[in-house]
């Protein structure tokens, strides 16, 4: 089986990833495989380069990697970034000061190439902090020279829900605001997006897009989906998600990638 010129990307949280934040092993056994046989895998993820170094570690991709919901691409391989795009901080700061006012339970951060920057902490923001494993600071960035590359918000999902609203009620040129759970608002430079970050790894890489396939679970993974090749969903995104896809594979705890993977070795078998 020649697997050359195929390339598969995919969203880590409620994808790639499992339960308890494991990455299951039918998707590691099938990565490695689909790798060896020529293919090549990389990840599309709202982390940081940090925090999604311990999934890179484990899949060894050999694409484009996509960080910070499509304002990075990283290579892994070569511990380099390929592109990147950041938050004009004036405007930003503003329109984080605008629902840090409104929504006085938000949890808020910023999010640097190196360090994740608290403004206000609640449940959330811990829980998050404890699952990213990266190193963080109180208080906003106070170089100037330092990129802010994304804004989070988190709160109980229907407060996140209002938060999202709200934005739709007043301009906020230069930035997009997108949910990536239940319990996150990103607000994200308006040029970025995941999808517009695999066209640009496509090109780098030398992918025709055709030959692209994409899994991802939830609405900031839109885009990415929009622009590959192949549209997957895993069982456990939502229904809407699922109505767009070519192809809904199996629940993330039990292996969703693995299952893609399957499907394109039964194609090019």
Known sequence: MNLQGILLVSDLDGTLIGENFVVP??????????????????????????????????????????????????????????????????????????????????GIEYFCQETI???????????????????????????PTQPWYKALFADDADKKDAMEAFTHTFLHPGVRFVSSSENYLEMLPEQASKGKALMRAAEFAGFCMQNVYAIGDYYNDVELLDAAGVAVVPENAPDDLKERADLVVGHCYHGAVADLIEEIERQYG
Request: charge should be neutral; charged fraction near 15%.
């Open 25 to 106: 092993q039918r998707n590691l056994d099938a990565i490695a495989r689909f790798q060896e046989a020529g293919g090549s895998f990389a990840i599309a993820t709202g982390r940081s380069i940090r925090s999604g170094a311990r999934y890179a570690a484990l899949t060894h991709p050999k694409g484009p990697c996509i960080c910070l919901n499509g304002t990075i691409l990283y290579d892994y391989l070569q511990e380099r970034m390929l592109w990147n795009c950041s938050l004009e901080q004036t405007s930003a700061a503003g329109y984080i000061q605008t629902l840090y006012d409104q929504f006085p339970t938000a």
């Open 117 to 143: 920057h608290i403004l206000r902490r609640n449940a959330y923001v811990t829980e998050h902090l404890n699952h990213e494993h990266v190193s963080w600071q109180d208080g906003p960035p106070i170089d």
